[in-house]
């Protein structure tokens, strides 16, 4: 089970940064949490499914949730929209300090697609609903931003990848999802003739279906040579794929 933490703490640079606009304030360090799971996937037969917050920290943590339909441009920027088709209960979620809650994410309808359909869920916490304490305080909030897949059971992702030169030492590897469920690169490596890695990205991202969307793979500390190459993509669920690649001058 995946299990996704915030922590104030992360937050150092934003404090930092509000000290300098504000010299004399006291920084407040925004909750501490945990959620399960951090992807949410559903079958079109599955009504309901439970998400758990668990709240760390010393004081009462109050979030509201939004959900939002997915979709990506042709060129795999992410948009979003504000959907009825699924719902948090409660909409507000409010964690006693030390405990944790479970809330519910329904679907609204029986509709059966023949595609997956692709949503997300931000929840985001609430500073003003904190005690408030002496001082002058810069309010920090956090945020989780959820993907959720309900997938039919033939739906799959169908991947193909090439690769071109943008500069002397950088390539962009564009990925095409011609199938009708989405896929997520978590690594991309061109490797040379004789097996070296040339260049990577090792951040990757979601492509949703029908999206197509380019990675930039650099190498550090000189030009990538021209010539035949493969491009080694592995994936979120553990799967991995090559792919022939020719790489121009």
Known sequence: MSVIHFSGRSFLAAILLCLLCNPFSNPALAGDFTVTPVRIYMTPKDRAT???????????LVMQADLFLWKQTPDGKDELTPTDDIFLAPPIIKVAAKS???????????????????????ARE??????????NEVQLALAFNMPVFITPPQAKPIINCTASRVAADSVVATCENSGNAHTHPVSLLLHGGNGDTLAKDEIGGYILA?????????????????????????????????????IGD
């Not at 439970?50 to 009462?60: C, K, Q, S, Y």
Request: hydrophobic share 35%; glycine share 12%; aromatic share 4%.
């Open 100 to 122: 944790r809650q479970v809330v519910r994410l329904a679907r609204v309808g029986a509709a059966r697609p023949t595609e997956q359909l692709t949503y997300r869920m931000i």
């Open 50 to 60: 439970a998400i758990t917050v668990t709240n760390d920290g010393d004081t009462e």
């Open 210 to 246: 029908g999206i197509r969307r380019g990675f930039v793979l650099k190498r550090e500390g000189g030009k990538i040579a021209a010539g035949s190459g493969k491009l080694a993509v592995s994936f979120a669920d553990g799967s991995k794929q090559s792919f022939d690649v020719n």
């Open 126 to 135: 609430i500073p003003e609903a904190r005690p408030p304490t002496e001082g």
